[in-house]
Nanobody, 119 residues
Framework: QVQLVESGGGLAPAGGSLRLSCVAS????????MAWYRQPPGKERELVAF???????KYADGIMGRFTISLDNSKHTVYLQMNSLETEDTAVYYC?????????????WGQGTQVTISS
């Protein structure tokens, strides 16, 4: 079983910055993809950005240019640098991981970290 530990959420003003981190607990896990999703109040969970082990990156519309996702494979850690934050970025942010553990494909979610942007 792999645990994802998220950190870096909190309260920030509009126009400010936050950096989220997510560490996968199992060092033997072979990462295929790590991602950040978010769930705004009263809305469904949505993709923010993902990054593959091969370096492919995708951002949701409206995110690119403000947020940057990066992966440190040696630390099994994915980061999300969020700049120029807007009140619409308020949400619970979830870390996602998929790949192989002992030749079995699996995926995992973090418990979520609250990000609140004040106007």
């Amino acid at each position: 079983q792999v645990q994802l530990v998220e950190s870096g959420g909190g309260l920030a003003p509009a126009g400010g910055s936050l950096r989220l981190s997510c560490v996968a607990s199992e060092s033997n896990f072979k990462i295929n993809k790590m991602a950040w999703y978010r769930q705004p109040p009263g809305k469904e969970r949505e993709l923010v950005a993902f990054i593959t082990n091969g370096g492919t990156i995708k951002y949701a519309d409206g995110i690119m240019g403000r947020f940057t996702i990066s992966l440190d494979n040696s630390k099994h850690t994915v980061y999300l640098q969020m700049n120029s934050l807007e009140t619409e970025d308020t949400a619970v942010y979830y870390c996602y991981l998929d790949g192989w553990l002992r030749q079995s494909w699996s995926h995992y979610w973090g418990q979520g970290t609250q990000v609140t942007i004040s106007s």
